[in-house]
């Protein structure tokens, strides 16, 4: 077997050493969830439980008409700027978390919404879930 020339050697000047490559900068930060009252209220609202309360997502659907225990509230700010004469959606809204017995909801039994929400919620989570309650 005849032997294979040596290949000649390269002359021309070494491949320069890659630069070792600059730090990756850090990945950016997971975006954090937006902090709006309307993320901060659904976050409430899709809770199992609220303090000692069911959580509101247990009996109400937002993404369709279909009733579990309670009505859908999909689409509520719009019923709720007429439910009660005089009451703007929001203090509809507001009512009917904290004192769900003052206005039942036609074809629902007075007594199904827990009453226990004053106690659950702070002013501000009231206020979130009220903000979310209008964005859906
Ligand atoms: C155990 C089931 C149950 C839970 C939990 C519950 N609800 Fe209700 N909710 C009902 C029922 C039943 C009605 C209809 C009767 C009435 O008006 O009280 C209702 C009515 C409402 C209404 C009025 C809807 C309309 O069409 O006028 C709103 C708004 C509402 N609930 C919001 C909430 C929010 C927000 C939470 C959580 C903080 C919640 N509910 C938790 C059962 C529930």
Redesign the pocket.
């Known amino acids: 077997m005849a032997a294979s020339p040596l290949r000649p050697r390269a002359r021309s000047a070494p491949a320069p050493v890659a630069a070792a490559p600059a730090p990756a900068p850090a990945p950016p930060a997971a975006p954090a969830a937006a902090d709006t009252p309307e993320a901060r209220g659904k976050a409430l609202?899709s809770q199992p439980l609220?303090g000692s309360?069911?959580?509101?997502m247990?009996?109400?659907k937002v993404d369709t008409d279909d009733k579990i225990?309670?009505?859908s509230?999909k689409g509520?700010k719009e019923?709720?700027a007429t439910?009660v004469e005089g009451k703007s959606a929001e203090e509809?809204?507001k009512a009917?978390?904290l004192a769900?017995?003052e206005?039942?909801?036609e074809g629902?039994?007075?007594g199904?919404?827990?009453a226990g929400?004053r106690e659950a919620?702070t002013d501000d989570q009231l206020n979130d879930?009220v903000a979310y309650?209008m964005s859906i």
Request: charged share 5%; proline share 8%; with cysteine.
């Open positions: 609202f609220i309360q069911a959580g509101c247990t009996c109400h225990v309670g009505p509230l509520i019923r709720a439910r509809y809204l009917s978390i769900p017995n206005y039942v909801v629902f039994v007075q199904l919404m827990p929400y919620l879930v309650l």
